[in-house]
């Protein structure tokens, strides 16, 4: 017979003998598992970013028309926003948002779903061209931001409370912004565009912390013959391209190793201090924007099918207040809608003609 101290150490072993067995069991699942959907570690690291957005079934198809002003800042977005703002539809532009007096809770929802997606877009926008080698950072983090970033987008522009979106960063998410609005013939695309060499100048002295995409003005300044309807220029502007482009990089060339935001997303002001007093690669920066530009404002026309287009510069009224474009502007977007949509009149019931 065992004494009771052996018995006792028998029972602990045989325990510990079935907590080793279960552990071994279920690591040796969840291997067949990654085996058996062949996932590679970078693969891995993109499934949120490309993951199906998830939240598309939870809103009501019967929901109200949205506005989607696709112009680049510096295009004249403040005039459009203020337009879409005295039509009555509530609107977001950067920090700025209207709404009425007593706003629904839809609204208030979009709007505070708009501020936490401008807190994600600063990380990649200010902290991180400021502290370039932050932790937070870090490349690894960046599928990740983009995926919450989506999210938010989904949620605003299917919650039924805002119904103007303008400038970034929905216009770095276009394609997402898209394909997530449901139904899909909801969207109203109205836009503003500017002479690209002007604008070129303009927004990158004016504006020096907004980003654009590194490979593709690398690419440009270093072949600034290249044409704007290449299909590389397409991610200028484009996040969601932009980070597509850099993963598959990272995935197929072994020199290419991006360890921070910065490597994927630059600052034009990064991108002014990297070309120093080379007043050649100055020029060429400046090069790259207005093709760059051009070529977003060509695809808006041609496959977004704006149904309003405003170009403050051409206007007799150029140099009268914006408040007072503003008043034109509301009675030229809804003149557009209603022409394309009649049914949609009751959308603009609190404005005064």
């Known amino acids: 017979m065992y004494s009771r101290k052996k018995r006792r150490l028998l029972r602990f072993s045989y325990a510990l003998l079935c907590v080793l067995m279960t552990f071994v069991a279920v690591w040796f699942f969840l291997l067949g598992e990654l085996a058996k959907h062949d996932l590679q570690p970078q693969e891995l690291s993109m499934a949120p970013f490309l993951a199906d957005n998830g939240v598309r079934a939870q809103y009501d198809a019967d929901l109200p028309p949205l506005v989607l002003a696709a112009g680049q800042g510096t295009t004249g977005t403040h005039a459009m926003f203020d337009a879409t703002c005295e039509l009555g539809l509530p609107s977001v532009h950067f920090r700025k948002q209207c709404a009425p007096r007593d706003p629904s809770p839809a609204t208030r929802r979009g709007i505070k779903a708009h501020l936490k997606l401008l807190e994600l877009f600063d990380r990649i926008r200010r902290t991180c061209q400021q502290s370039p080698q932050a932790d937070e950072c870090k490349f690894e983090h960046l599928p990740g931001l983009m995926h919450d970033m989506k999210r938010q987008v989904t949620k ?82 484009d ?98 809608v209603l022409e394309r949509r009649p049914t949609l009149a009751s959308l603009f019931a609190g404005f005064e003609r």
């Not at 060429?284 to 977004?304: C, G, K, M, S, T």
């Open 239 to 336: 996040m969601d391209e932009c980070l597509l482009r850099a993963l598959k990089r990272q995935k197929e060339e072994i020199s290419f190793s991006p360890s921070y935001f910065q490597d994927v997303f630059v600052s034009y002001q990064t991108l002014v201090e990297e070309a120093g007093a080379n007043e050649t690669a100055l020029q060429l920066l400046f090069r790259a924007n207005e093709i760059a530009v051009e070529h977003y404002q060509d695809h808006v026309r041609r496959h977004l099918l704006p149904i309003y287009t405003l170009n403050l510069w051409d206007r007799p009224s150029a140099q009268s207040s914006t408040r007072t474009d503003a008043s034109e502007i509301s009675k030229e977007v809804m003149s557009a």
């Open 156 to 237: 605003i522009v299917n919650g039924g409370g805002v119904l103007a979106v303008h400038d970034s960063p929905y216009t770095n998410l276009l394609r997402h912004l898209q394909r997530t609005v449901v139904p899909s013939d909801r969207l109203l695309i109205v836009t503003s565009e500017r002479n690209p060499s002007a604008w070129a100048e303009k927004r990158a002295m004016d504006h020096p912390m907004e980003f654009v995409c590194r490979e593709v003005f690398e690419h440009l300044m270093n072949r600034p013959t290249i044409r704007s309807d290449q299909p590389l220029v397409g991610a200028a502007f």
